[in-house]
Each structure stands twice: as structure tokens, then as C-alpha cells.
């Protein structure tokens, strides 16, 4: 963990295992998790920018720009898909 990315593991005291036991602060100015992040690329979120815009991640100190960006690209690479390119790779292309 790089503590110069200000990334913290915060480990809840009541649920040891389950959905909310760990989460990654990733933005500590705008308290943005990477579960927040994923949230956004799940949603359509098309860009790192627009990421930007709309939750506010990486737009006070900087600190933690490249993680909020691998998060991001991690979630798009998983499948998150703008909602116009899931459709489009349903259809099949014609001659």
C-alpha cells in the first residue's frame, strides 16, 4: 500500500466478513471508495473525466489520481460498459 496515495483500508469492528467489512478510501478530500468508483463505471460512466465531474475524485490535492484511475480502468476492463457499447456488441455486425 502506498501511503503517499493516501489509500486507506478501513476495516469495519462489527462485520469481520462480509460486503462491508473492508473498504478502500481511494479520495480522502471527497471520502471517495473504490466501490464508488466501480458504482460509476457500472452506471455508464464514460471517461475518467466524467468521473471527475460527477463524484469530485481527484479534483482537490491530487494525491490520489493514479489510484482513482487504475480503479477506474480495472472497473471498466471487467466489463463495465457504457450503456450504448453493451448494446452495440449484442448486434451482430452486417456486410
Known sequence: MNYES???MI??????SGPWSELM???VCQRISDRDIERHARNGCASFDELQMDS???SCCGRC???ARSVFE???????RPHGLAHQA??????
Open 6 to 8: 493516501f489509500l486507506f
Open 56 to 58: 469530485g475524485v481527484a
Open 74 to 80: 480495472s472497473a471498466r476492463a471487467s466489463g463495465h
Open 65 to 67: 489520481t493514479d489510484c
Open 11 to 16: 476495516v469495519s469492528n462489527g462485520l469481520k
Open 25 to 27: 478510501i481511494v479520495c
Open 90 to 95: 449484442l448486434i451482430p455486425a452486417t456486410a
